[in-house]
């Protein structure tokens, strides 16, 4: 899932000051296991996400110079309300998983849509539900803000992050991603 996304109409996603009351996530966790509470993250919430969205650019082996870079990144869009960050919470595992949605507009339907650009659990999280628990607040969110769709992206050798997609009814399209890079 690439920085690709466009932030734009803001009334679509409840800003965390909105709706910060962990939401219960069905079936998020194995029978077995710990049950996953799913929450918007506000500003005191910027340095738990930022250890989070670290371990995802680690993940995707993102080359990150400055290493504030992320906190200050995750921090400007949660202040600017310019995208949601979700945040999993797993008993005595604490957060270890996170969500970030942009807004963006879908030419095609000529309404709002969703891209769910980063998506992580960090190592102690997994198993454990919490990916799935945050995908399905994100579309739980998108269904009541009456969007078109929730789009992704990931890495083509990234299977298990694709089987969890495609079990949670998410297809894939047919059409090619381009990307030119500027940067």
Do not use: C
């Not at 919430?45 to 870079?69: K, M, S, T």
């Not at 807004?103 to 102690?124: H, I, K, Q």
């Amino acid at each position: 899932m690439n920085g690709q996304a466009q932030a734009a109409a803001q009334q679509d996603v409840p800003s965390p000051a909105e709706d910060s009351t962990p939401a219960p996530a069905p079936a998020a966790a194995p029978a077995s296991g710990p049950a996953v509470s799913v929450r918007a993250a506000g500003e005191a919430d910027v340095d738990a996400a930022a250890v989070l969205f670290r371990g995802y650019l680690d993940f995707y082996e993102v080359d990150i110079e400055d290493p504030d870079a992320p906190r200050a990144f995750l921090a400007e869009r949660i202040a600017k309300d310019e995208s949601l960050v979700l945040l999993a919470d797993v008993p005595e595992a604490g957060t270890v998983g996170f969500a970030q949605v942009y807004r963006g507009f879908s030419s095609l339907s000529l309404r709002t849509a969703w891209v769910l650009n980063d998506l992580y659990v960090a190592p102690e999280g997994r198993r454990t539900g919490a990916g799935r628990a945050l995908l399905r607040e994100v579309l739980r969110r998108a269904r009541e803000a009456g969007v078109s769709g929730v789009q992704l992206e990931t890495a083509y050798d990234n299977t298990v992050a694709q089987g969890l997609y495609e079990a949670e009814g998410f297809v894939r399209e047919e059409f090619h991603v381009y990307f030119h890079d500027l940067g």
